[in-house]
């Protein structure tokens, strides 16, 4: 019996893994054969983080090599600091993300490299690189579990209690307890159906329990009323406080604050800068800014189509 187990337990695992990667994190992306590509290098040391400043050198990349998508990209997000990517969609906005998240390599023909205080990430085991980085996708895919163990997913082994203190931080707790089972409803196809903004908190929850020190938080791209739009961005503000942030925005509302706005065009970065910068430089952003505020009154969905168009 016990050697049934072990093998069926490691496939519970891996099936985990799997389902994990292909529906939270990139729905693009093939688990097992991106895994050959990305391997850690020969004798990769874990890496190890003091602040956590993230840094683009000069990076290129291509899904497929007749299309380059970034061509020699620098920029930093320091230790703490937020920098918040804007611009068209297919820009190349969510490359970033998954190139920190080491889902694909940086291209070796045009050089470059992605560091975390000083170590390239194609050095160090893609473990340590992933355990530092929380994500928060565009839209989180719940298991057919409880939500305690949706929450928990974000570190195996938490106690009811931290969960509840995730929970309760996300501005989610509330509407838990209000359901008959509590933490224990099952959610996702099979149960309770949340709302994008109620499953973005889950993801927020998830992400405040594993706590890392580098945040991506890639806003949804669907159009949340404006209440809920708000409640996610001021819990965004303080699951963010402190950590190293990548935001892919795609409202403006949401980057007013950040360190540094890049606003990215065909794989360039066409204009950069604070939002005072921007707006004085009187350029696409600033433009993008005033067709936002002059769109307000058609809703969230307008916003959205000014900001990404
Ligand atoms: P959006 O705002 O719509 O999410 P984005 O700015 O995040 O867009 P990316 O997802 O980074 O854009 O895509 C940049 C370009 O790369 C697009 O032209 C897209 O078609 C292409 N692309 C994205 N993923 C892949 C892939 N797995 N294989 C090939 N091309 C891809």
């Given amino acids: 019996l016990i050697q049934l187990y072990i093998p069926l337990n490691f496939l519970g ?7 994990q ?20 290098a020969p004798g990769a040391a874990p890496l190890q983080v003091a602040g956590a400043a993230v840094r683009f050198e000069d990076v290129h990349f291509a899904y497929d090599p007749a299309r380059p998508i970034l061509q020699g990209l620098s920029f930093e997000i320091p230790a703490g600091k937020t920098v918040a990517v804007v611009g068209a969609s297919g820009a190349g906005k969510s490359t970033l993300a998954r190139l920190l998240y080491r889902f694909y390599d940086v291209s070796t023909e045009g050089g470059g490299r992605i560091t975390v205080d000083g170590q390239d990430i194609r050095t160090v085991t893609q473990d340590s690189l992933r355990r530092h980085i929380g994500i928060v996708p565009q839209d989180t895919v719940l298991f057919n579990d409880t939500i305690a163990y949706n929450i928990a997913y974000g570190r195996t082994g938490a106690s009811r209690e931290e969960v509840e203190a995730a929970a309760r931080a996300a501005h989610i707790h509330d509407f838990i307890v209000a359901q008959p089972k509590g933490y224990d409803t099952l959610v996702g196809e099979r149960g309770l159906k949340l709302s994008g903004g109620e499953k973005q908190r889950v993801a927020i929850a998830r992400t405040l329990l594993k ?17 809920n739009e708000r409640a996610i961005q001021s819990e965004l503000a303080s699951a963010s406080a402190g950590k190293t942030t990548l935001v892919i925005a795609h409202r403006l509302s949401t980057v007013a604050e950040a360190h540094e706005i890049l606003v990215m065009e065909a794989g360039q970065v066409v ?9 004085a430089m009187g350029g696409r952003y600033a433009r993008m800014w005033a067709l936002q505020h002059a769109g307000q009154g058609a809703g969230a969905a307008g916003a959205q189509e000014t900001a990404s168009h």
């Fill in 271 to 279: 204009e950069r800068g604070s939002h005072q910068d921007l707006l």
């Fill in 13 to 19: 695992v891996l099936y985990r893994e799997v389902k």
């Fill in 211 to 227: 706590n890392p020190p580098i945040l991506i938080f890639d806003e949804a791209t669907s159009a949340l009323d404006s209440a």
């Fill in 21 to 40: 990667s292909l529906t939270d994190l990139d729905k693009m992306f093939t688990l097992l054969s991106r895994e050959r590509e990305v391997a850690d």
